[in-house]
């Protein structure tokens, strides 16, 4: 009888403590806030922008489900396969030589240097400066009228006429990568710079006491050792670039003729500007398909041993 | 001696003007006995929010300010004013319009009530006592003013876009005044390119000066972008003639306008570098106040757009209307105000303060004596009789609104004076985007 009170209660209790000390229901509380937190400003918003693609909806007013007719409209229009083309190619030039001069200036500030810490942070400028800020400053320098670049040029006796930075279809281009470049290139150098100290010293000096020579070096200790950085800083630096939006708003607005509009800045026009929320929204969710393939080609590299131990360590 | 007597005017108006404006506790007396009389009576414990268009000119927002004081004193309702400028007033209020939540009141650009009408407090009432009580109304404010049958915004004022030029280089290019034919101002613009005293439009997506010069261009060869009943019409002969008219016009513009935003041209032509270009009053006011410009301000003037092989004015002016959200729960605090702005006693101060930069809606106003003060403002008076709505030919509402926001018109230009497309091509493009926006 007073077993069979006993182990009533305990029953019970059994039950509730389950969810409560379970070791695996113990980690999904913990994990409950951050999940909520993520559910409710990541994946609610980007869910609503793929169902708003497949909408009609306008600003101000909802829409009703279209299925695929924003992205049958789009594919037939040569506005928004200009701006994929002008995205990638932004992107793609940007990246390369962002990647360039950022680990070629890594590898200088990881030299002995004089007054090393003050160039270091000399080099972060860029990015410090609010982007909307260096837009500006380079709007100015690109002015048809009023650019210092082509005054400098026009007193050195080099060129008679203004040169048209923002006004010519290709120009405007290499303005606008640029800007992006001069404001990415400190992300990636002093990531890289990070990455080079983590490298030990003693590998260098055996590599120097078998005689190698200076590109030996970087060749066969740098690179290999600094695989795993180089992949996620590119994978950000991809990301960031393909998503730009201020520096084109602030100095082209994605012209001229359009010939600057990426992807965001062009979604912008369509979904804020002229109102089509549905088809912005669509323009948005295309860009999703090549973001997603620059993190998964990191993704995928970070796993292999190869790009995290060297080359023939596969 | 020019100089001498216009300055003269101008301080003559003033005064005149001065005599006739009520401030501090005149204005007060007249706003509480304005209050006491008018058809809305303010709802209990009401208090406004209005988000309106940055300033162009400082002293009209000065004027503005002491009207909504005068206002919030008298009807004990306080009126909260924010600024943006004009082109971000629209993705605001659509929006305020699609949460239901924000300022009571906006302010913005000609079309901005059409891009949610249903979203529009009607105030037909208010529109009607004005219109009755100032001359009424010029013909294109009606059309903004109006959805169906019913008005959904009151036009405040309008901001001319007009023909600005510097007298001496025109004079020695052998033009006294701007050509009032689209041909002649092809060859005034081909002299003054050969003096090197070159001028141009904006051809960048610049939503007032640019907007502005291509519409005028489409219209006056007698393209328009969609008939009376909203059918798409912009592939036409028409169309071609005055793409082709752009270009040549182009030709002889200053380059680089490709990439002009509505700043670029005042830069240019306070800097000397152009000599002529289409503006608001801006440039004028600019060059007036600041003394190492004054020399522009003498030597320039403003004309009428010239009329092209249709015959008659075709200018596109921009529209300023308020509105009223429906969510907003003071109706009738909304619609006293929206009166009280538009009263002769507050408007004329204001529109005066704005030195040439609005045009009123209301005919009645075209007495204010800052049309007389100085005759270079005198084209910015008929700039609202003189100018056509957004759609062209077709409705004013959200599609010609829609059509405008995305530059459909302007990147047509653009694409075939760039030479980026042929003539076909550019209005292929045009043709395909306006079909869907007025499907």
Known sequence: ?314 | MSYLTRRALVKGGTAVAAASVLTGPALLEWAKAWAQNAPWKPEKGAKLSMLRWKYFVQAEDDAFVKLVEAFSKATGVPVEISRESYEDVQPKASVAANTGTGPDLFWGLYSLPHLFPQKCMDVTDVTDYLGKKYGGWVESAVQYGKSGNKWICVPICYSGNMVNYRLEASKKAGFSKIPDKTDGFLEYAKAMKKNNTPGGFALGHASGDGNGWVHWCLWSHGGNTVDKADKVIINSPETAKALEYAKALYAEMIPGVASWNDASNNKAFLAGEINWTDNGISIYVAAQKDPTKKNIAEDMDHSFWPTGPVGKPTELHLMYPVLGMTYTKYPQACKALMAFMLEADNFNPWIESAQGYLTHCLNAYDKNPVWTADPKRAPFREAAKRSLTAGGLGSVGEKAATAIADFVVLDMFANYCTGREDVKGSIAIADRQLKRIYR
Do not use: C
Not at chain 1, 16 to 25: A, F, H, I, M, S
Not at chain 1, 68 to 79: A, G, K
Not at chain 1, 97 to 106: H, M, S
């Open chain 1, 1 to 314: 009888m007073a077993i069979a009170l006993d182990s009533r209660p305990m029953r019970d209790v059994t039950a509730w403590n389950q969810l409560k000390t379970n070791r695996n229901w113990l980690a999904i509380w913990f994990m409950l806030p951050a999940a909520a937190f993520l559910i409710l400003f990541l994946a609610y918003p980007l869910g609503l922008g793929v169902w708003l693609s497949f909408t009609d909806a306008r600003l101000g007013r909802d829409g009703i489900f279209v299925g695929f007719e924003n992205y049958e409209y789009l594919w037939e229009d040569s506005i928004f396969w200009l701006s994929v083309f002008n995205t990638l190619l932004y992107t793609s030039v940007a990246s390369i030589i962002k990647f360039a001069v950022g680990l070629y200036l890594a590898l200088l500030l990881n030299e002995r240097l004089p007054f090393k810490a003050i160039i270091r942070a000399v080099v972060l400028i860029p990015f410090i400066v609010p982007t909307v800020l260096s837009a500006i400053a380079f709007w100015w320098l690109f002015d048809p009228q009023f650019s210092i670049i082509s005054w400098s040029l026009k007193k050195m006796g080099l060129i008679t006429a203004n040169i048209d930075f923002l006004g010519d279809v290709w120009n405007a281009r290499w303005s606008v990568i640029f800007a992006n470049i001069w404001r990415g290139v400190p992300f990636v150098a002093i990531t890289l710079l990070a990455g080079l100290q983590t490298v030990s010293p003693s590998l260098y000096e055996a590599a120097t006491i078998d005689g190698a020579t200076t590109w030996q070096r970087f060749r066969y200790i740098t690179y290999p050792l600094l695989t795993p950085i180089i992949a996620v800083v590119m994978t950000f630096s991809v990301l960031f670039t393909f998503t730009d939006f201020q520096l084109i708003w602030v100095m082209t607005r994605g012209g001229p003729v359009n010939a600057t509009h990426l992807m965001a800045t062009f979604s912008y026009q369509r979904a804020i500007m002229s109102g089509y929320l549905g088809e912005g929204a669509a323009i948005s969710t295309a860009m999703i398909p090549f973001l997603l393939g620059a993190i998964l080609v990191s993704w995928f590299g970070l796993q292999r041993r190869k790009w995290q131990q060297g080359e023939s360590n596969d």
